[in-house]
């Protein structure tokens, strides 16, 4: 069991003391019940942060329905052994009923938030052409079914899915040339705008690097790192792929492709 109070050793934010405080109940709730219990989903910086606790090790992973999720729910459980009745994860998939309508993951995201479901019962959307498919805590499932009657302004069919059809997202690699590995630089190139505009927007805190807030336009990116700017994309830095004779750099880089 960890020390109630984790400020001191792991982080001084309030929010994240909270969040590995809830972990170390259910730590606690599962050594007493002898059973695996779920977290709600988490971000990528939030597992991260858990990841980073000596006293959570062997007692935890992550699942959040897929192989390439990155909203998961953290599965504490106390003993290798003990009782599993599987995760609370329920995936929905939905479609207009109008042909031709495109569905984004804002309106996604926006429409099921509508219905007053926190950001935490909602993993993954997966997004492509006509249809969706979005990962959803049990808990949240049945309000989700009872209400979920459109998106944006279009009426959706929605039914629930297993893993065998998911249709993962589709990733397609690109070359970018850039003057440095600055993050200004790099985000300019990879989300088509201006570098003094993807300087405003880092400055602003809508970046982040490796699923970390960051506002230093000059921090150095390098290869196997991850990139969001809110509102735009997110790009995984695969290599370095060459030098020009002016000395600028091949990058060759990751991005979702839009099906």
């Known amino acids: ?29 599962s ?18 942060l858990i990841g980073t606790v000596d006293e959570f090790s062997g007692y935890i992973d992550f699942v959040g329905g897929y192989d390439d999720a990155e ?10 052994y003990c009782n599993d009745e599987g995760s609370p994860i329920v995936i929905f998939s939905v479609s207009p009923t109008m042909k031709g309508v495109q569905l984004s993951h804002r309106d996604v995201l926006g429409s099921l938030m509508g219905l007053g479901i926190k950001r935490e019962m909602i993993g993954d959307i997966i997004t492509g052409g006509n249809t969706a498919q979005f ?9 989700v079914e009872l209400s979920l009657e459109k998106i ?15 249709i993962p997202p589709a990733y397609k ?16 190139e990879c989300f ?10 880092i400055k602003k805190g809508l970046a ?8 230093d336009v000059s921090k150095e990116i390098k290869p196997g790192d991850r990139i969001t700017l809110r509102g735009k994309g997110k790009a995984n830095i695969t290599s370095i792929s060459g030098v020009s004779k002016k000395g600028r750099l091949f990058v060759t880089i990751s991005v979702p492709e839009i099906r």
């Open 208 to 215: 982040a690097v490796n699923w970390t807030v960051t506002t």
């Open 71 to 80: 909203r998961r729910l953290c599965r504490v459980c106390c003993e290798k």
């Open 192 to 201: 088509g705008i201006s570098r003094s505009k993807a300087a405003e927007q």
């Open 31 to 48: 050594r007493k019940q002898y059973s695996a219990v779920y977290s709600h989903f988490l971000d990528p910086a939030q597992q991260m």
């Open 173 to 188: 690699e690109r070359t970018i040339n850039v003057s440095s590995m600055r993050l200004d630089c790099i985000a300019s």
């Open 135 to 143: 990962f959803c805590h049990s808990s949240a499932a049945e309000h």
């Open 1 to 29: 069991m960890i020390n109630t109070d984790l400020s001191s050793k792991y982080t001084s934010d309030k929010e994240e003391t909270l969040l590995l405080r809830r972990i170390n109940d259910l730590l606690n709730q």
């Open 152 to 166: 944006s302004r279009y009426n959706v069919t929605l039914k629930r899915i297993s893993t065998a059809d998911i």
